[in-house]
């Protein structure tokens, strides 16, 4: 009771323009009271009219009256905000905008505490009194406020809703049931409700297990991203310590190289150098011959001439009669092309082994996606593919940017080159193809071979190492007329025909997936290969007849 006379007076000391507690309260003539500045705008308002009223009563006031602040009113609305429950009523106890009000409260209503779905009102705490004291309300049901109450009265009836009608699926009262929903499966709508009631506690345990399973799985994964960190840094480090060591090598094979450079050089130097003191030996031997010659031919006696002349002319036979020979190109020159040819040998090998690093790195994965359902999906893969001319056999014609194959009854002329297929009439793209790819071909004629290859697939004679399906190089979808089949290492396996004049082509290089398309909407499957694969892909056709032809169309 004592709650209620609290409410009683912050109602009484409340200006009915603001509905706040007065501020500088003043009494007009008629006895009523309202905060200066309200009481102020309001006449203010009027001044126009020379006519000044009561916002509550009406009564009208000639000339303005003059304000003066009631300051009893003053002192009792100080003491009230001491209280600390002025501040109360203004921001808790009165109904706001998303509030639901009490429906039987007047003027400025109050917040409701509960709503009765027997009598489809919400109340306040005060009107809420007789529900908790009077035996007539006992049976009525009490919730939390709720402002679609209304709901539950038949909008053609206008009794309140208690059944529920499971053939039409909607709420209903005791007259429709006899009236347009008469013969329909009927029950009340607490009965429905505890049978909702008992699915939706299955649904919620079902949703409950989930949670519980998805946070083990979030378990997993967390261990999981540790286990990969851990696994990248041992990787990084024992890849560090290998490659330092190739790098180690390589620097001393390079010193070694060069040790025994200098060591050939030394031993060269050295003999060209005995070589040359043997000749200068040589030549000064002869120069005193020479002068020996030169002083006997001035001689003016004739006997001491001849008596010296034998000992004088006589030559010894010169065991090195021969020129010296030097090599006509600069030294080592065959030592630097050894070494060159090593970089290259060296350089192709690791471009290769550096791909199939690369590949190996991509190839890590911990979760796999699932393969796409719809044309769209697999769009979102799409890979454009460009025919290679240096792969093309000389009896297929490539055309529209490298985009078509055709076979050609006349041979045509290319250059000749390694990556040209000599005898199967195939050709590869340029691109490589690795992680998740689509694309789609299509074809026209007799015997036409949708494939992927590895790059080092054999080019030249006719052996089946060479042939798209024949070995395990390669993976084809023959798609002929008369009997499709897939061909992969010499063993083919049955295709549902006939095989559509557009095929899909989708990769999912990681998890090892080929798989060969109807293509539609829906995307009808043909074939599906589940392997490794151990290097990227190309895409590849083989036209075994006159007039075959494939391309490769822009994907939209």
Same mark, same amino acid.
Request: aromatic share 8%; proline share 4%; glycine share 4%.
């Given at each position: ?16 323009? %603001? ?10 003539? #008629? ?13 203010? &308002? ?41 501040? /109360?009523?203004?921001?808790? %106890? ?7 009000? #009490? ?11 509960? +709503?009765?779905?027997? %009598? ?52 209903? %009262? ?54 990969? +960190? ?53 030549? /000064? ?51 630097? /092309? ?10 192709? +090998? ?20 699932? &393969? ?120 083919? +396996? ?16 990681? /998890? ?45």
């Amino acid at each position: 009771m004592e709650q209620k006379g609290v409410q009683l007076d912050q109602e009484t000391f409340s200006c009915s323009i %603001c509905l706040d507690l007065l501020k500088d309260p003043v009494t007009i003539p #008629c006895g009523h009271s309202y905060c200066m500045s309200c009481i102020q705008t309001h006449w203010d &308002e009027e001044d126009r009219k020379n006519l000044h009223s009561c916002p509550q009563c009406r009564q009208t006031f000639t000339p303005r009256p003059v304000l003066v602040k009631n300051t009893m009113l003053a002192v009792l609305v100080e003491q009230l905000k001491k209280t600390g429950l002025g501040a /109360a009523a203004a921001d808790h %106890c009165y109904a706001g905008a998303e509030d639901v009000a #009490c429906d039987v409260c007047t003027g400025r209503k109050l917040k409701a505490v509960k +709503s009765c779905l027997g %009598c489809l009102a919400s109340y306040c705490d005060q009107h809420l009194q007789p529900h908790h004291e009077s035996v007539a309300f006992k049976k009525h049901k009490l919730v939390d406020p709720y402002q679609k109450l209304q709901e539950n009265i038949c909008s053609r009836h206008d009794e309140v809703m208690k059944m529920f009608c499971r053939t039409d699926g909607q709420c209903i %009262c005791y007259l429709c049931s006899v009236d347009e929903h008469k013969g329909h499966d009927t029950v009340t709508s607490a009965a429905e409700r505890t049978e909702r009631q008992k699915e939706l506690e299955v649904s919620r345990q079902k949703i409950q297990q989930r949670i519980k399973d998805k946070q083990e799985d979030v378990k997993v994964l967390q261990k999981e991203v540790k286990t990969i +960190s851990r696994c990248a840094d041992e990787a990084v480090e024992k890849n560090h310590k290998i490659l330092t060591e190739l790098i180690r090598l390589m620097e001393e094979g390079r010193g070694d190289v060069e040790k025994q450079i200098r060591s050939k050089e030394e031993t060269e130097v050295s003999r060209v150098k005995e070589l040359e003191l043997k000749l200068e030996q040589e030549i /000064a031997e002869l120069r005193r011959k020479d002068t020996e010659m030169d002083k006997l031919s001035h001689t003016h006696d004739h006997n001491q001439f001849l008596l010296q002349y034998s000992s004088v002319s006589t030559l010894r036979e010169d065991p090195d009669s021969s020129h010296v020979h030097i090599h006509p190109w600069s030294y080592f020159e065959d030592v630097t /092309a050894a070494v060159s040819e090593l970089r290259d040998k060296l350089q192709h +090998s690791l471009t290769e082994e550096w791909t199939n690093i690369s590949l190996s790195i991509s190839q890590t994965q911990v979760l796999l996606e699932p &393969e796409p359902q719809t044309r769209a999906g697999f769009l979102q893969y799409s890979r454009q593919i460009t025919l290679d001319p240096n792969t093309v056999n000389e009896y297929l014609s490539l055309s529209e940017k490298n985009k078509r194959g055709t076979f050609m009854r006349q041979r045509r002329n290319y250059p000749d080159h390694p990556d040209r297929f000599s005898d199967w009439r195939q050709v590869l793209s340029r691109e490589g193809l690795t992680g998740r790819c689509y694309w789609e071909v299509e074809w026209r004629g007799w015997d036409v071979r949708v494939a992927v290859a590895y790059k080092d697939i054999k080019r030249k004679g006719k052996s089946d190492e060479g042939g798209f399906g024949k070995n395990d190089k390669s993976w084809a979808l023959y798609s002929n007329n008369n009997s499709p089949v897939f061909h992969h290492n010499g063993v083919q +396996s049955s295709v549902p025909g006939p095989v559509p004049s557009r095929i899909g082509v989708y990769l999912d290089h990681t /998890a090892g997936i080929l798989s060969f398309y109807s293509v539609s909407e829906t995307m009808t499957l043909i074939h599906r290969v589940q392997t490794t694969f151990t290097q990227p892909l190309y895409a590849g056709l083989c036209l075994w007849n006159i007039g075959d032809t494939a391309h490769f169309p822009k994907l939209q």
